[in-house]
């Protein structure tokens, strides 16, 4: 499904697979931002819990009189430094607009100075956060862009907020709009390196420095042998769930997704090797006329490594819809 104002998405040279435009991010170098600027911002979370958000704010050598601020949230295991996280950014600094790039709560250079961790559901966490950047930020509007796991994430807060959300526009990119069909997907055995990656690099995150968990925590944390075996034993009772499909059921964004009121751009690819296509393909769309999907047939999970460009075509589309809607 593709809006016909839209040019399609070509795979190319050598990405010419799912998988291989999913490891793609992996394989190459990190993004420099220069010439813009950056700086670090910190957000004391209001919850008593003493946490802290860190953010880089970069700012374009070359400012758009009107533009406003794009805020990017990365998906699970990434940061500010993603390779997506980097791409998106300069595309958007390169058009005058100014940048924040967050760290959830617990991520990255956050995880240092926070106790606790981030999740699919955790949508205060940006709520809060948007009520306490300074105006100089957000005269000129605001939009955002969520990957994966933060893509989930927004759609939860957007659908929460309705048309009250301060924002001008949205978009989630590869995001799993229903997360216990996602995790089972993600499960099956011809993913089982990016499981293993993946469940590794979650149970460095959960237990890192600033992380407070006790004794039986780290014990289960450590001793989960799946996501969603980390989620059951971890994640749920850490944060008032019943169990793994307690938490997916009322944080999927699928619950949510009816009741936005902003102008959102909803994109995957339907060959996504982490989520099912069928997901997309089975949404009423026309329910919600705030969402706009864009579901190439290929792309693999935050990918869109296309022919024509060395920018992710999901960059250029998300910029686009951002200008024109």
């Known amino acids: 499904m593709s809006r016909p104002d839209l040019p399609p998405f070509q795979p190319r040279f050598p990405w010419w697979t799912s998988d291989l435009q999913t490891i793609a991010n992996r394989l190459r170098s990190p993004d420099t931002l220069a010439p813009h600027t950056t700086e670090r911002l910190k957000f004391p979370m209001p919850d008593d819990t003493g946490d802290t958000l860190l953010a880089s704010l970069d700012r374009p050598a070359t400012p758009r009189a009107g533009a406003p601020l794009a805020i990017l949230i990365h998906g699970l295991t990434g940061s500010e430094d993603s390779r997506y996280i980097l791409s998106m950014a300069r595309l958007l600094l390169d058009r005058g607009s100014r940048v924040l790039r967050l760290n959830l709560r617990g991520a990255g250079p956050s995880r240092a100075v926070c106790s606790q961790h981030y999740y699919a559901g955790r949508s205060q966490d940006f709520r809060a956060l948007l009520s306490v950047l300074p105006e100089e930020l957000t005269a000129d509007g605001m939009v955002a862009v969520g990957y994966s796991l933060g893509g989930a994430m927004l759609l939860k807060y957007l659908g929460e907020e309705g048309k009250a959300a301060p924002l001008l526009a949205a978009a989630s990119v590869s995001a799993p709009i229903d997360l216990a069909v996602t995790c089972r997907y993600m499960m099956r055995p011809r993913n089982r390196l990016y499981h293993r990656y993946i469940l590794d690099q979650m149970k460095i995150e959960a237990t890192g420095e600033g992380a407070v968990v006790s004794a039986a925590e780290r014990a289960a944390i450590m001793g ?97 819809f951002f200008e024109h809607g």
């Open 224 to 320: 989960s042998r799946s996501v969603w075996a980390y989620d059951d034993v971890f994640i749920a009772p850490r944060y008032g769930f019943g169990s793994a499909e307690d938490y997916y059921d009322r944080c999927r964004p699928t619950r949510f997704m009816g009741g936005i009121g902003v102008p959102t751009l909803v994109l995957a690819a339907l060959d996504d090797p982490w989520i099912p296509g069928a997901l997309y393909r089975g949404y009423d769309w026309a329910a919600n006329p705030s969402l706009t999907p864009l579901l190439p047939d290929r792309g693999g999970h935050v990918g869109f490594h296309g022919s024509g460009s060395r920018q992710p075509w999901s960059d250029l589309m998300v910029a686009r």
